[in-house]
């Protein structure tokens, strides 16, 4: 797998079963990062599937958004791909993402798997938590970052994690970012699901827009009082067993385990992982909220906790799906498999074309890093390129370090011609030289 690590969490050694080398890559830079990968970035996918898609605009949440100097400026909630501004690091892939809005599908398994979670939080806490699933993913740096306390110098607010629209509106990397406002809304109980955007490595079980879900439920002194515990030791005790109690709905039975982890967020936090395909899965994050979130939006003797789950990771394990693509495939062969309540079915693959592998080495500078790399693969290749794996990593007596990555090309749907592989082979490797800057061995 690639170098991969959870955006939030300290870095730890993941759960891969893959014992390819890891890039050392630092995981806290300075937050005032250089647009370096925001201008490499910049130039247009050369094959590019989601011209069509792009060209039009979307509605997400009320809100109209549109590609660059598309229609009805007036209610233009925001340019997303901006073309020559180093401020701005969205490509068209991503925008082309917009709306789509997977999680509200009743017949796709995102939709089932949201509306099976619904069902556990309306039988177990009587309609308590209210829903939102509508919320718009053009969000403030400060509500993704500053409002969870995400500090200054964190890698996740790098451009190399994330997206910018510009320097003060990101597309939201997790469901976190709403947590202040609907606290400040008054909500106590809540339910955030929708899509999320990360710059990240390309495998089978990570996508660059993917789905969460956050849950958020606050405590008053009184519930806590006559436990015998403090709010936190109470808060941290009612999540794990609220998502005990959600594995088993989901699951029935299942191999799974908590892990301490760090989030600025909360503490103490904690992981969940689940057994598939002979692995632990990371599947959601969650903790005791830091007081200071309840105290800046109006909560100050209360505690809380948070969760913020992976959806696809979730419906992978529940619906036997291998690879984290097919979220996204239009294929009847796919699509007609999942119906509204039914979770669960087994995923039966219509087709395996053999994966295609290109190698291809460099001597990497300084600015290069994976998230970067991916990039520009996946501006090429699209939904095509099914993994980008570092086999080989050295660095020679002048000092100079070499990388070689190992690209698998596969489509979901039919088999690669010979020439196509080539054909965006010889692409990824023009642009990796003219964008990257790195020197082609
Ligand atoms: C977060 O995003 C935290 N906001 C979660 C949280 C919420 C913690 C509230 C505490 C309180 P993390 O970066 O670990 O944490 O992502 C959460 C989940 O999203 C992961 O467990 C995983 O299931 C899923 N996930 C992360 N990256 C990807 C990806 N690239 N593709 C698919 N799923 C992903
Ligand atoms: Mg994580």
Redesign the pocket.
């Known amino acids: 797998m690639a170098a991969t690590l959870?955006?939030?969490?300290a870095p730890r050694c993941s759960c891969s079963s893959s014992s390819s080398p890891r890039l050392p890559l630092p995981r806290f830079l300075p937050s005032a990062q250089p647009p370096a990968a925001a201008t490499l970035l910049r130039g247009r996918a050369r094959l590019q599937t989601s011209a069509a898609a792009a060209a039009a605009a979307v509605e997400v949440g009320g809100v109209k958004i549109a590609r660059e100097g598309n229609v009805e400026m007036s209610i233009l909630r925001s340019d997303v791909v901006k073309e020559g501004d180093p401020t701005n690091n969205v490509p068209d892939t991503i925008y082309s993402k917009f709306g789509l809005q997977l999680h509200r599908r009743d017949n796709h398994p995102l939709g089932i798997l949201k509306n099976t979670i619904y069902d556990y939080f309306d039988k177990n806490f009587s309609g308590q938590f209210n829903k939102f699933d509508d919320l718009c993913p053009l969000v403030s740096v400060k509500q993704n970052f500053d409002d969870v306390l995400v500090p200054a110098d964190h890698v996740s607010r790098s451009y190399n994690d994330t997206y910018y629209v510009d320097a003060q509106t990101v597309l939201r990397?997790?469901?976190?970012a709403h947590q202040a406002e609907l606290l400040r809304d008054g909500h106590t109980h809540f339910l955030v699901t929708g899509d999320v955007y990360?710059r990240?490595s390309i495998d089978s079980?990570?996508?660059?827009c993917?789905h969460?879900m956050?849950g958020f439920r606050v405590f008053s002194p009184d519930e806590w009082s006559g436990s015998g515990m403090d709010g936190t030791a109470y808060a941290a005790a009612d999540l794990k067993k609220t998502l005990e109690g959600l594995a088993e709905h989901l699951f029935g039975a299942v191999e799974m385990r908590w892990v301490d982890t760090y989030?600025p967020?909360?503490n103490p936090?904690f992981?969940l992982e689940i057994y598939f395909q002979d692995d632990w899965l990371?599947?959601?994050?969650?903790?005791v909220t830091e007081q200071e979130i309840l105290k800046n939006n109006g909560r100050t003797d209360n505690v809380a906790w948070?969760?913020?789950?992976?959806l696809?990771?979730l419906a992978m394990v529940l619906f036997d799906i291998p690879d984290?693509r097919l979220f996204w495939s239009n294929d009847k062969r796919f699509t007609s498999q999942f119906s509204e309540g039914k979770l669960g079915v087994k995923f039966k693959p219509f087709s395996k074309f053999p994966p295609c592998y290109k190698d291809m080495s460099f001597w990497i500078n300084e600015e290069f890093t994976e998230n970067n790399l991916c990039e520009v693969v996946r501006g090429i290749a699209g939904d095509l390129v099914e993994e980008v794996k570092l086999i080989d990593n050295f660095t020679n007596k002048k000092g100079m370090t070499s990388h070689c990555y190992r690209i698998a090309y596969r489509s979901m749907e039919r088999s690669l011609t010979d020439e196509e592989i080539n054909d965006m082979q010889w692409n990824v490797r023009e642009e990796v030289k003219n964008k990257l800057k790195v020197e082609l061995r």
């Open positions: 959870p955006a939030f969490s990397c997790h469901t976190s990360r990240d079980t990570h996508y660059p993917f969460q956050e989030f967020f909360t936090s992981e990371e599947v959601l994050g969650c903790g948070a969760f913020g789950l992976g696809e990771r984290i």
